[in-house]
């Protein structure tokens, strides 16, 4: 299973609608081992208007929606043939498939929305293998000793000098070994 994150193009405005049919179809054709996330790029604002404070979701790449998929040819027909999909960005089109986004790609939009690419829980859990990413200790694998949900972060049991040494790394910095 090689799972990764692919940039759907969607009619603008109709984000969420392409996400609901999408979550919807992933159920009805039993496709959850292939298609993980649908995720809409947007973030929360506060707007002062008249002295009255508004909360305001705004879509931080309008006509895109995230997709976390195996690119199966079954899972690939589905999300292309969605109503609202006009296609995957970075395929040349003529039936080639799309590249997926790089993984500090998709970190970046995730983080910014507050979520991340790797979903505790149901991906990590304590006692897994993960390699540090970034950092001081790039490079390094360890285990995991403990996850802190609220600050998105986790500490990690490496090697150093012969001795576990527990250090603490971002989700960010990470990935399952």
Do not use: C
């Amino acid at each position: 299973m090689d799972k990764q994150w692919y940039v759907v193009n969607t009619y603008s405005g109709h984000e969420n609608k392409v996400k609901e049919k999408l979550d919807m179809r992933i159920n009805s054709m039993d496709m959850q081992q292939h298609i993980f996330r649908v995720v809409v790029p947007e973030q929360k604002e506060v707007e002062i208007k008249d002295g009255v404070k508004k909360e305001k979701v705004k879509k931080l790449f309008p006509g895109y929606v995230l997709i976390e998929m195996d690119m199966t040819d079954e899972a690939w027909y589905i999300v292309r043939n969605t109503p609202g999909v006009t296609g995957f960005i970075g395929s040349s089109g003529k039936g080639a498939k799309p590249t997926p986004l790089m993984p500090h790609e998709v970190d970046k939009v995730l983080n910014s929305m507050g979520l991340s690419r790797i979903e505790i829980g149901n991906e990590l859990q304590k006692g897994d293998q993960v390699k540090i990413l970034d950092g001081p200790f790039k490079s390094m694998y360890g285990k995991v000793e403990s996850i802190d949900l609220e600050n998105q972060s986790l500490t990690v049991l490496i090697d150093l000098f012969g001795q576990e040494t527990p250090v603490d790394v971002n989700l960010v910095q990470i990935e399952k070994a």
